[in-house]
């Protein structure tokens, strides 16, 4: 069966990937890991939240003490799930321009 060139990937026309797919590769790796840690985050946090919920309930449903937990477990499940979703990684073009802000000062 013959490739066409046009559509073939490195690994096809018998080259190894390059280092800026390695680079790639690793950087995709460790964003979907941190996505994949947040989803399991996520379902943490809703199952024992879920849980003091039906203790409260189970109790006389009296002052609403669950809002704690919720709210200072809910602050770090919003921080990972920007980092897992909504923040850039750092790009060269940002390195660069830090490293020649720190350099002109």
Same mark, same amino acid.
């Given at each position: ?23 790639? /590769? ?69 390195? /660069? /321009?830090?490293?020649? /802000?720190?350099?002109?000062?």
């Amino acid at each position: 069966m013959a490739i066409a060139h046009d559509d073939a990937t490195p690994h096809e026309l018998g080259r190894g990937p390059s280092a800026e797919d390695e680079a790639l /590769r690793g950087r995709a790796i460790r964003r979907l890991k941190k996505q994949q840690d947040f989803r399991g985050h996520l379902l943490v946090y809703i199952l024992v939240n879920a849980f003091l919920v039906g203790i409260w309930a189970a109790t006389g449903s009296g002052f609403f003490w669950p809002v704690f937990p919720l709210a200072g477990w809910g602050i770090g499940v919003v921080m990972n799930a920007w980092d897992a979703y909504g923040r850039e990684d750092l790009g060269e073009d940002r390195i /660069r /321009r830090e490293m020649d /802000r720190i350099r002109h000062r």
